[in-house]
């Protein structure tokens, strides 16, 4: 029998030891607080990076998917975007939708997912669902 994951809001329990982790270089307090929100209910760990040293770092660890936003020049998104990819790591992109240069350039990058803000910000459940298939379904 199939099962339809039901609307649960809290963490779901994952019979399996291994916890997912994200990546996420993201600058914008309010976008970070809703990409935190939406992992944690999809049962997935959250890692901020601070710097460019700090994100290798994280990539280099037990990263299940990188969330960069492509304005923050602190950590140079398309490098991450390469390492990350370099590593097998999943990536969802997102910048304004204005700059199409730097959304284009993620895409060469190897980004496997490229939004513009606002798409990211409402459909972020689904985005990361999309690329991490494990998250928020019993193992």
Known sequence: MSRIDPPHHGAPHHDSAVRLTAVLAISDLMLGSR?????????IDAAA?????DLATRLGGAASLLIVDLGEPRWNPVEAIRLAKERGVPVLAYGRHTDAESLEAAARAGADRVVPRSVFASSLPELIRDLVPASGRPS
């Open 49 to 53: 990076a601070s710097s460019a040293e």
């Open 35 to 43: 990409a935190r929100e939406a992992l944690k209910v999809l049962g």
